[in-house]
């Protein structure tokens, strides 16, 4: 269980996984910066299954998530040095948990691509549909997208089989490689979305998402797909 506050910058130096049964909490106005990385050294935040993120932003001062190459200090929201379509420089957010997916040969698990497979921490899916994976809120998620390998990128935030019990409002996606917000299966409630300058799908669902999505601005650039349901 661990907390980190918003007078810190947080340096992710590679994949960090919240495991199971434990919390993190992140505190109004933080920021973390993720470390360039690729393959199976891309840097990512992972809140594994049966572990809970707390991280609840303000209007005023929202969560973010960036590039180490980010000059953005405490008590700022704009960085002063990246534009809004640099992309690609560090992995992103993946939430896991243990709701409904839907995958082939009927397993009830799988493990969720923009990580390493032998990474046990990827595991998502069950029959938890009611899982309660955290809360988060006015979280902004920037410059991220790795990719670990041909098809395998990161997307800026990664749901793979959260339940209704996790509270998920107001997020943000800007300049993402890959997709900016991407569900695997689950039935989490998502409002207030925006997504701007991401490089594949500004929202993509797979695996029989049962959620819903509600409020959403998407700014993409004019060739690639706003909306994806699989």
């Not at 990128?153 to 490689?177: K, R």
Request: charged share 15%; hydrophobic share 40%.
């Amino acid at each position: 269980n661990t907390t980190w506050s918003s007078d810190s910058v947080y340096v992710l130096a590679g994949r960090i996984a919240v495991e199971a049964d434990a919390e993190l909490i992140i505190e109004a106005g933080t920021i973390i910066k993720g470390q360039a990385g690729t393959g199976a050294n891309a840097t990512a935040l992972i809140v594994a299954q049966g572990a809970t993120l707390t991280a609840k932003g303000t209007a005023s001062a929202p969560i973010i998530m960036t590039s180490i190459a980010d000059e953005i200090t405490p008590g700022m929201i704009d960085s002063p040095n990246l534009s809004d379509d640099v992309d690609g420089l560090w992995g992103g957010l993946i939430v896991l948990g243990k709701a409904t997916i839907f995958v082939s040969g009927d397993n009830a698990t799988s493990n969720i691509e923009g990580i390493p497979a032998t990474d046990s921490n990827g595991i998502y899916g069950g029959s938890a549909d009611d899982d309660n994976s955290g809360t988060i809120e006015y979280v902004s998620v920037r410059h991220g997208g790795s990719n670990i390998g041909e098809g395998n990128e990161i997307n800026g935030i990664t749901f793979g089989g959260v339940g209704t019990g996790t509270t998920v409002s107001y997020i943000e996606v800007i300049a993402n490689q890959d997709d900016g917000v991407e569900f695997f299966g689950g039935t989490v409630d998502v409002s207030n979305v925006l997504v701007m300058n991401n490089g594949d799908d500004a929202i993509d669902t797979d695996q029989g998402y049962a959620g819903t999505i509600s409020n959403g601005i998407i700014i993409n650039p004019g060739d690639k797909v706003i909306i994806n349901v699989d």
